[in-house]
């Protein structure tokens, strides 16, 4: 979890123009998408170490307080980045590698479509 968390700092430190370390204390306060990634590293933590409640919680902390909805059991490499994330959901056997960025409006873990309510 930490080794991602710093990636995800490292990939918007290199974004940031600012020389100035106030851009993660602003990116905690002020960027939903970082908010979404920070608190999906954490429910996924809380998920691998079986913690039984405090997973899907924090999962919905997240939706609640930045519109993106990943599943505590999706896993993202290292320099995960969420732009305009309102309407994202995520479900559970989404398996996403490294420097991914997420835009508006996307959905990702559905196996089939006759699963989502949509018959071919």
Same mark, same amino acid.
């Given at each position: ?17 600012r ?27 809380f ?5 039984? #409640?405090? !997973?899907?919680? =924090? ?5 609640? %307080?930045t ?6 059991? +999706? ?13 994202? #959901?995520? !479900?559970?056997? =989404? ?5 991914? %960025? ?7 873990? +559905? ?10």
């Amino acid at each position: 979890m930490w080794d991602n968390l710093k990636a995800d700092t490292r990939r918007l430190r290199e974004i940031k123009t600012r020389g100035a370390p106030w851009y993660v204390i602003e990116s905690l306060l002020f960027e939903t998408g970082y908010q979404a990634v920070v608190l999906h590293r954490l429910a996924a933590w809380f998920k691998s170490h079986r913690v039984p #409640v405090l !997973g899907p919680l =924090v999962a919905r902390w997240n939706q609640f %307080l930045t519109g993106v909805d990943i599943a505590p059991a +999706a896993k993202f490499g290292p320099g995960l980045r969420i732009s305009h994330g309102t309407g994202i #959901v995520v !479900g559970n056997s =989404v398996v996403v590698g490294s420097d991914c %960025l997420m835009m508006q409006s996307v959905t990702l873990g +559905a196996p089939t479509l006759a699963r989502i309510g949509v018959m071919p």
